[in-house]
């Protein structure tokens, strides 16, 4: 077996850029489960259902969780377990940077559930990734000390690292723009033209996916585009 | 909540940059409550910073000055700051809150489209404040959370930002994430 976790931001990205057709055509060539945490599904479909701004894409997403593209981790993860695991991880991470005399909150529930899911599987052997386009949770799996950094640049302030993070370096992290990227490849995207790459990568860097100017133009060039 | 001091001589600070219509200078008095926000997390201090850049933003917009309605709306809103920081100097934080909950109600007793581009001053002023704090390293779903934005808004505000450019953000290669994607798609499972 072998899963995508998704993150909010990833899901939500394709639903603004008005593309969650590439994620069922995905969804169909993967062979494998796209999990969502009951955490993200109340931030991508309960909650922006009440919201008029985004109710369409709310429902649109809901389409695709009803259909069974996105699925709960229940069929391999008891729910037990992976609140126990959310909980102790929400807990730690909360209390690793410190600074101005307390412990900087720097993650909520949704993140940390699907962090947590991620971990769960790869005690189980089960293969994953997590699909994360926000910032903060990939710099906690990959670089926390550029987070530290990061927080003593904008606080303007000492910030202490307390803890070691190096277990969440387990965590394969790609974001929608791997996504977008990989059904390029794999020629899942309707439009054509040489342009389309240039305008997926684009179209998810402005709806939120924390990836570069310099790095979109590497993943081009490595398509020559 | 911030020192009490801090927010005090900040609100000192934004009665004369309002009275000198110095608009970057209230800018920068509610970006200086966001550094202090990140860390605190408190509701007052991010009500603070939200007030103070739709402030800035009111203030740009020469007009605003035209509407019926507007003498009243402005003498109220910088009374209640004038109030919130006197209550803070009598160590009463009860009527602080309540003074600064109160400039988001006088919205409520204006009319018309007036009243609609205020409301949307200030909700703009959430989705940058909340921009701001993800900025600083809080992830982007506790930063909505605490600004009580939703992360479709946030999402798209920071997806026109500097935000990933900075050098710090970049946490592996672009060659070995897509190897990620591909592997994990190409992998042959039962």
Known sequence: ?225 | MQEKEHVIKLLKEVKEAFKKNNTPRLKNLSNQTIHAASVSQDDLSIAIAVIVYSLSKIMERPNYRDYPKWNQFIKKFIHNIDKARDSLERNNEKMFRKHLESIERIIDELTGIFKVHIKEVFARARINKASRIYEHGISMEKTAKLLGVSLFELAEYAGKTAIPDIGLSKTLSIEDRIKYALDIFNKNTK
């Open chain 1, 1 to 225: 077996m072998k899963a995508i976790v998704f993150d909010s931001g990833t899901i939500i990205n394709f639903a603004m850029n008005g593309i969650l057709d590439i994620l069922k055509s995905l969804k169909s060539e993967f062979n494998g489960k796209f999990i969502i945490t009951e955490a993200v599904k109340e931030e991508v479909i309960d909650k922006p259902l009440h919201i008029k701004k985004f109710e369409l894409e709310a429902l649109m997403i809901k389409k695709l969780f009803d259909d069974g593209v996105f699925e709960l981790p229940y069929d391999i993860v008891v729910k037990k377990e992976l609140i126990a695991k959310r909980d102790s991880l929400f807990n730690m991470l909360n209390h690793v940077f410190y600074a101005r005399n307390e412990f900087v909150h720097i993650v909520d529930k949704g993140e940390v559930s699907s962090l947590a899911v991620s971990l769960l599987l790869k005690e189980k052997g089960i293969d994953n990734v997590l699909a994360v386009d926000e910032r903060t949770a990939r710099m906690l799996c990959e670089r926390p000390e550029n987070l530290t950094q990061l927080l003593r640049k904008k606080l303007q302030t000492s910030v202490d690292m307390k803890g070691d993070l190096s277990f969440l370096s387990k965590i394969k992290v790609i974001r929608s723009s791997e996504l977008m990227y990989l059904a390029y490849k794999k020629g899942l995207v309707k439009l054509k033209s040489p342009k389309v790459l240039d305008a997926l990568l684009y179209a998810s860097k402005f709806k939120g996916c924390s990836i570069s100017f310099d790095e979109i133009e590497q993943m081009k060039k490595l398509e020559n585009v």
